[in-house]
Nanobody
């Protein structure tokens, strides 16, 4: 059974940091790109960052310079280090797995986690 389990969300003040984790199981970790998406209340889900062997590490313009994605293949886990958080970063953060490289369209990853809530207070 494929599972993606996010953790690490919570409440933080603006300017603070959080590290999200995405633990993957049930598929060959290194064969998939793992991406982070987020969905704020009342808004559409948007792509945040992605990591894969073919694409390396990429992130959206909105988080460039503040968020860093990394991967630990020994633990089948992808991390999202989020620094200099802003209130507009408040959202449910999801990790997702895509078989053929990083994708930015929310409809394309094959597998999704349940999400973890990040709330940034001003």
């Amino acid at each position: 059974e494929v599972q993606l389990v996010e953790s690490g969300g919570g409440l933080v003040q603006a300017g603070g940091s959080l590290r999200l984790s995405c633990a993957a199981s049930g598929f060959t970790f290194d064969d998939y790109a793992i991406g982070w998406f987020r969905q704020a209340p009342g808004k559409e889900r948007e792509w945040v960052s992605c990591i894969s062997h073919s694409d390396g590490m990429i992130q959206s313009d909105s988080v460039e310079g503040r968020f860093t994605i990394s991967s630990d293949s020994a633990k089948n886990t992808v991390y999202l280090q989020m620094n200099s958080l802003k209130p507009e970063d408040t959202a449910v953060y999801y990790c997702a797995a895509a078989r053929y490289g990083c994708v930015v369209e929310p409809g394309r990853p094959e597998y999704w986690g349940e999400g973890t809530l990040v709330t940034v207070s001003s």
